[in-house]
């Protein structure tokens, strides 16, 4: 059982929920950048949750089902076809042997999740089969897919989806992408001058070239900080944002250094994190301000969504 | 005071304990800090504490802790908290000195690249924590002598195996990245390896000594 890959950019890589446990041992989380498309995908297809999806950032993407098996396409709109049919967007559908696969480019988005079923079977390491491109180890040999690549398929689970596949309707919040992304204040929030703190929540930042799996930096006015000190190295998570000296934030991401000095405005609560792995350069984002009981609820909302895809997909597959 | 601290929020699924007292590192809070560390794994939901240079990161799944217990075990942990009681391996670590950065090193600080050399290999040397890199350590115990600040335009590629000191700080490189910190020689230590169960061969705690194979430049 195995998909061969006919056409990639190296961007595009095995992903699954990431690591967790070794940010001690300077070991980033990785992972997909848009875990809420991700996890769709695995249920739509009845899939273990840790399955290993393929993350699709360069296009066109095509490969090649050398064996029949059920597929889901999640994430940025992008057209997508399956030997001669069409697939919705967020749809999961059986492939059969010789089938081949193609994304095109995007027309809302970033990445595509393509999930198979049993999902992508790569021996874990370090507890994932998430691939970290910046370190080199994990997912296809600890590199991005190319042309040639052939990746082994798990045991796809029961039941068969129907004629014609299932779909899911957009997760919370993606019907529109321009919302702004939710933040929690972070520790040097007060340092900051008053015009900066209020010039971070008022901004439509413009997001630039250098955005990628580690982090994504923001064009926009300078934020000020008022307090000027050295900070000593300290653990960071994905979605914090940072403050250089430049003044220009950079939010870190999936594949970020563990620990980090720069000055911390706020974090992008987790249930918002996807926003930034849809986000392409040259897109604008506005930051609000949030509580934790909000971070809270919009993660509650998020996994509610999920399990309700997950009991109706499974009433869906006929064994 | 033994209560310094502040808490604050690294998104709801995370908190930072930031012990550090007027910007510089302190060897004996830090101690107390890894002890704090070590009392906080296998608590149901933690997924990573994380220890940094007198900090501690704490991140956990939000959805089943509830953040404001977690602030206030970390509050009363700190307070508590003694100096974790074993002390951790020690290690010697192998360098030739020498590379593109260390006669203007030397050179910034007035002194001979023969004094870098013992001054750097002369001390005894503690892990204050792991991050940033897979297995990167952050080294104390540098002599003030060699402390520097960082170069003002970073190197894109510094290779993997330079043994670097930045400010009061030393490391090691584990993976070729870029760095701002001043390359003073080459190790073939192995600081990381994905394929063993614990990939730091460091720990925050363990003791490391460099010694000198070789100085070419």
Known sequence: ?319 | MADDFTLSDAGAGALLLDVAVGGAFDETRQARLLGLAASLGGIDGVEDVVPGMNNLMVAFDPLTVDASVMERRLAEGWRSAVARAETGRSHDIAVVYGGPDIEDFAAGLGVSIDEVVERHAGAVYRVAAIGAMPGFPYLSGLDRALAAPRRAVPRQGVPKGAVIVGGGQAGIMPITAPSGWHILGHTDFTLFDPHRATPATLAAGDVVRFTIAGVRW
């Open chain 1, 1 to 319: 059982m195995v998909i061969e890959i006919l056409s990639s950019g190296a961007l595009n890589s095995v992903q699954d929920r990431g690591r967790r446990g070794l940010l001690s041992s300077g070991v980033s989380r990785s992972g997909a950048m848009d875990l809420v498309a991700l996890e769709a995908a695995n249920a739509l297809l009845g899939n273990d949750r840790d399955a290993a999806a393929i993350e699709v950032a360069a296009f066109p993407f095509r490969l090649r089902f050398e064996a029949a098996t059920p597929v889901a396409v999640t994430g940025a709109v992008a057209e997508a076809r399956l030997a001669s049919r069409r697939l919705s967007p967020w749809w999961a559908m059986e492939a059969q042997a010789g089938d081949e696969l193609t994304i095109a480019p995007p027309t809302t988005g970033a990445r595509v999740y393509i999930a198979v079923g049993g999902g992508v079977d790569l021996p874990p390491l370090l507890g994932a089969r998430a691939t970290d491109l910046k370190s080199g180890y994990g997912g296809h040999e600890g590199r991005g897919l190319r042309r040639g690549d052939r990746l082994p398929l798990g045991r796809r689970p029961a039941g068969r989806l129907p004629e014609g596949g299932i779909g899911a309707l957009p997760p919370p919040g993606r019907s529109d992408f321009a919302l702004p992304l939710r933040v929690l204040l972070a520790a040097e929030w007060m340092e900051f001058s008053e015009e900066a703190r209020d010039l971070f929540a008022t901004t439509g930042w413009r997001i630039t070239a250098e955005a990628d799996r580690q982090g994504c930096r923001l064009e926009g006015p300078e934020l000020v900080r008022a307090r000027r000190r050295e900070l000593l190295s300290h653990g960071i998570v994905p979605g914090t944002v940072q403050v250089p000296p430049s003044g220009r934030p950079i939010v870190q991401l999936a594949e970020a250094n563990t620990c980090g000095g720069y000055p911390k405005i706020a974090t992008v609560i987790e249930a918002d994190l996807w926003r930034l792995g849809q986000a392409m350069p040259d897109d604008e984002l506005r930051f609000a301000v949030v509580g934790r009981d909000e971070a809270q609820a919009a993660l509650r909302e998020t996994a509610a969504w999920l399990a309700r895809l997950r009991s109706a997909t499974a009433l869906y597959r006929v064994s």
